[in-house]
């Protein structure tokens, strides 16, 4: 059974950057498509990006300037960083495999406050 | 990009009405779409996969149908506990896209 887990900073000034990371157990690494979403408060879900084993990782255009998604050698952690963040990007952070059954992380509150 | 246009946005029923939430895609995503509901605080749970999967311990008085641009999820007899937020979702395309959800209260 795979199991999400994930962790990561929950308070940032304006201008530092954001890092979680997400370690998946249980999961076949030859079948590894993990996205990020991430929820404002009191607003809907928006898919962030995608890292696999196999391709370079895909990203929403609206952040692309500023997202890093990363994959370690073992293909177990997936990793998110967002360069400059600002108070708009506070939200709730999931790392969540989105294809066919889907599975979700418990979700990570990243505060953006100066 | 594919873009996923749910409604209604919000909908209020009364306990034991059947309840119909529609997504239509942009563009042809065969039965490639997910359904979830969402509590308060909670992150998405998944209630239905692949259009029309019923996924594991959901009740199965939900239900999904539709595959191309249509999709429904039903809720064949409205219980209390079935308030929260449903989005769909569609994985046929990258960028990966949601609906705007709808808001599901008891009258």
């Known amino acids: 059974q795979v199991q999400v887990q994930q962790w990561g900073a929950g308070l940032l000034k304006p201008s530092e950057t954001l890092s979680l990371t997400c370690a998946v157990y249980g999961g076949s690494s030859s079948d590894f498509y993990w996205s990020w979403v991430r929820q404002p408060p009191g607003k809907g879900l928006e898919w962030i990006g995608e890292a696999n084993n196999r391709e370079r990782p895909y990203y929403n255009s609206s952040l692309k300037s500023r997202v890093t998604m990363s994959v370690d050698m073992s293909r177990t952690h997936v990793t998110l960083k967002v360069r400059s963040v600002i108070a708009a990007d506070t939200a709730v952070y999931y790392c969540?495999?989105?294809?066919?059954?889907?599975?979700w992380g418990q979700g990570t509150l990243v505060t953006v406050s100066s | 990009d594919t873009q996923v246009t749910q409604s209604p946005s919000s909908l209020s029923a009364s306990v034991g009405d059947r309840v119909t939430i529609t997504c239509q895609a942009s563009q042809d995503i065969s039965n490639y779409l997910n359904w979830y509901q969402q509590k308060s605080g909670k992150a998405p749970n998944l209630v239905i996969y692949g259009a029309s999967n019923l996924e594991t311990g959901v009740p199965s008085r939900f239900g999904g149908s539709g595959s191309g641009t249509d999709f429904t999820l039903t809720i064949s007899s409205l219980q209390p506990e079935d308030i929260g937020t449903y989005y769909c979702?569609?994985?046929?395309?990258?960028?990966?896209?949601f609906g705007q959800g709808t808001k599901l209260e008891i009258k």
């Open positions: 969540v495999r989105l294809r066919g059954r889907s599975l």
């Open positions: 979702q569609q994985y046929a395309s990258l960028p990966f896209t």
